[in-house]
């Protein structure tokens, strides 16, 4: 890396640490399912640790359904946290059933979620802390709704987007193939699928509109000491 790869990544990285603010040693873990689709061809190269296809860049929809979780004293089973990265950036979706306790632990959590999955996209790629991708946009409230079937997963996003996805067979026609060890997500055994649909848009520009592309679908089992919430 230059010197002036470093001093940018370095700058990148001390100001979404600031950003952080209130999740700064405040303890807490979430745990539930993570359902996401993105623009890459199925199996989506990215996972193995290769570079986006077809594109140059890998955007995607993701959610947490969270099944579990607790951030300091505050119960947070039940509700459900989102997020869309795209080319002008990343907004993220607060539950709008949540309190306002809840409102404020959720976005927290995100915060530090964002900032240690840009700090590990930089630490692969120095090059990506000039990605305009990587920056966080906003908050938004939003009705999200998360569905894990036996053979298929769907996202929606109040009116902002949405996927629908199938999961990967395998040869008996019956069993969906399974990721260990999911280089993008920190998820326990992702199930691979493809998307009948996918879209996205808001009122940054981010907009995605596809189908055929990857998904993936697995639990997660984060807290503030997971070092990184991509492999």
Request: aromatic share 8%.
């Given at each position: 890396?230059?010197?002036?790869?470093?001093?940018?990544?370095?700058?990148?990285?001390?100001?979404?640490?600031?950003?952080?603010?209130?999740?700064?040693?405040?303890?807490?873990?979430i745990s539930g399912d993570l359902s996401e689709a993105c623009t890459c061809s199925v199996p989506c190269t990215c996972n193995f640790g290769e570079a986006p296809t077809p594109y140059?860049?890998?955007?995607?929809?993701?959610?947490?359904?969270?099944?579990?979780?607790?951030?300091?004293?505050?119960?947070?089973?039940?509700?459900?946290?989102?997020?869309?990265?795209?080319?002008?950036?990343?907004?993220?979706?607060?539950?709008?059933?949540?309190?306002?306790?809840?409102?404020?632990?959720?976005?927290a959590i995100a915060r530090t979620i964002h900032r240690r999955m840009v700090e590990e996209v930089v630490r692969v790629d120095p090059k990506a802390a000039q990605d305009v991708q990587?920056?966080?946009?906003?908050?938004?409230?939003?009705?999200?709704?998360?569905?894990?079937?036996?053979?298929?997963?769907?996202?929606?996003?109040?009116?902002?987007?949405?996927?629908?996805?199938?999961?990967?067979?395998?040869?008996?026609?019956?069993?969906?193939?399974?990721?260990?060890?999911?280089?993008?997500?920190?998820?326990?055994?992702?199930?691979?699928?493809?998307?009948?649909?996918?879209?996205?848009?808001?009122?940054?520009?981010?907009?995605?509109?596809?189908?055929?592309?990857?998904?993936?679908?697995?639990?997660?089992?984060?807290?503030?000491?997971?070092?990184?919430?991509?492999?």
């Open positions: 890396m230059t010197p002036s790869m470093k001093i940018r990544s370095a700058i990148l990285i001390a100001l979404l640490a600031v950003s952080t603010g209130a999740a700064a040693g405040v303890p807490w873990r140059s860049h890998c955007h995607f929809l993701w959610s947490l359904d969270i099944q579990k979780g607790e951030s300091a004293g505050v119960k947070l089973g039940g509700l459900r946290l989102a997020s869309a990265n795209a080319a002008k950036g990343a907004v993220w979706y607060i539950d709008d059933r949540a309190t306002p306790a809840q409102a404020a632990a959720l976005e990587l920056q966080l946009l906003g908050f938004r409230k939003a009705r999200i709704t998360q569905h894990v079937g036996p053979r298929e997963h769907s996202l929606k996003v109040g009116d902002a987007g949405e996927f629908e996805s199938d999961y990967i067979l395998g040869l008996d026609g019956k069993t969906p193939v399974v990721v260990e060890n999911n280089w993008s997500w920190n998820i326990q055994h992702g199930i691979k699928a493809k998307t009948r649909r996918l879209r996205y848009r808001d009122e940054f520009g981010n907009e995605i509109d596809l189908k055929g592309t990857n998904a993936n679908q697995g639990k997660f089992d984060w807290s503030d000491r997971t070092a990184s919430y991509f492999r």
